[in-house]
T-cell receptor
């Protein structure tokens, strides 16, 4: 158990819908990262927050957004969902913002029908 | 830009055999960190090791060992006396030393250990 929690574990929804994935980092970790894992793209970095501020952006679609709240939990919002958005979404956290080992949550499996 | 290559897609071994996973990386940065993660069938990503580019000492942790060779840009991982519980996908990853953001992951190597 990494100490990172993600909810929900599974999510099934329809095209065009909007969903919110939630992540609570390990106690004391200020940095939160979001990754998407799909069969064709592998593990892709989406975005990083550090102590409430966005610090790095990867291959995140404009339909996706994220934020980190004062209590350090984070949410990833996915809107206008498409079939291709079906994937495993991981949240990770680390103590430092740069170069640190990232500890991953169990993931949220999103299925878009 | 960084790139991590794990050329082996799948390796199948019989229990108690040793297995070595290759990882080759490309980066223009002179200082960086390298990582290995394990993804068992249950799906979570488990951190195994972080190695910084200053330190080329090999590391051993139980049945796991890592061989870092800066000259060949490789960071290989060996599981000695494999067990069924070692069956998983293993990912190698890289991040520049002082960089915000992403771990650059390789494509992963599936290890299948049969009894």
């Amino acid at each position: 158990d990494s100490g990172v929690t993600q909810t929900p574990k599974h999510l099934i929804t329809a095209t065009g819908q909007r969903v919110t994935l939630r992540c609570s980092p390990r106690s004391g970790d200020l940095s939160v990262y979001w990754y998407q894992q799909s069969l064709d793209q592998g593990l892709q970095f989406l975005i990083q927050y550090y102590n409430g501020e966005e610090r790095a952006k990867g291959n995140i679609l404009e339909r996706f957004s994220a934020q980190q709240f004062p209590d350090l939990h984070s949410e990833l919002n996915l809107s206008s969902l498409e079939l291709g958005d079906s994937a495993l979404y991981f949240c990770a956290s680390s103590t430092r913002g740069t170069g640190a080992e990232q500890f991953f949550g169990p993931g949220t499996r999103l299925t878009v029908l | 830009a960084q790139k991590v290559t794990q050329a082996q897609t799948e390796i199948s071994v019989v229990e108690k055999e040793d297995v070595t996973l290759d990882c080759v990386y490309e980066t223009r940065d002179t200082t960086y960190y390298l990582f290995w993660y394990k993804q068992p069938p249950s799906g979570e990503l488990v951190f195994l090791i972080r190695r910084n580019s200053f330190d080329e000492q090999n590391e051993i942790s139980g049945r796991y060992s890592w061989n870092f060779q800066k000259s060949t840009s490789s960071f290989n991982f060996t599981i000695t006396a494999s067990q069924v519980v070692d069956s998983a996908v293993y990912f190698c990853a890289l991040i520049p030393f002082d960089s915000w953001g992403k771990l650059q992951f390789g494509a992963g190597t599936q290890v299948v250990v049969t009894p």
